[in-house]
């Protein structure tokens, strides 16, 4: 952001997007003027909610996790992996989606992702929890009402509460998908957030 010229800006991130989203607002708060998370509680949280319901449900973290059994197993047979519609992603989008779902290197680097996130991503976050460190700036958290992140955790702002010093959010009707699912909404609370 700042070889573009932009000392601070706002940020929004969705699921693994929100991971790397909140990593930068804790480690570079000048930078970030307000927070968007949606579908998002930190890592170390969920770990330290992990339970067997959290394990059925979420199972891909753990074997994602794994070395190099994941990538032989999705890029075997990608398209049965993964299971896009263009009829919810638009054509284009879906086009473009099922091309990088194809890509060796692009499963090894979403698998690295998840890999981190059991490790390092939640020894930072553990890190900060210790030192006391909660983002400063203002903090706007979404979740999907149709998706289980309500349903493992009851209100995700009971979990944010201890992370932030100004938070606000709400439930979105919609699935995990919620930027082609409701994108109306979505963009019209970003936009009067921001």
Avoid at 109 to 117: I, T
Avoid at 133 to 149: A, G, H, T
């Amino acid at each position: 952001m700042n070889q573009l010229g932009h000392e601070q800006f706002v940020l929004a991130g969705h699921d693994r997007g929100s991971y790397s989203a909140l990593r930068l607002a804790l480690d570079y708060p000048s930078a970030v003027s307000k927070l968007a998370l949606l579908d998002c509680i930190p890592i170390s949280e969920h770990l330290a909610r992990a339970n067997a319901n959290f394990a059925t449900s979420w199972w891909h973290w753990f074997f994602y996790a794994q070395p190099d059994i994941p990538e032989r197993v999705i890029t075997a047979d990608p398209d049965s992996w993964y299971q896009g519609d263009p009829a919810i992603m638009g054509q284009e989008n879906y086009d473009e989606w099922r091309q990088a779902v194809r890509n060796p290197a692009t499963i090894r680097a979403m698998l690295e992702d998840y890999r981190a996130g059991l490790t390092i991503d939640r020894e930072h976050e553990e890190a900060d929890r210790t030192a006391g460190k909660i983002l400063q700036m203002p903090l706007l958290v979404l979740w999907s009402l149709r998706d289980d992140l309500e349903l493992l955790y009851g209100n995700p702002l009971d979990i944010w509460k201890d992370w932030a010093s100004d938070l606000r959010g709400h439930g979105v009707e919609s699935g995990h998908h919620m930027a082609e699912e409701a994108p109306d909404e979505l963009a019209t609370t970003l936009i009067n957030f921001f």
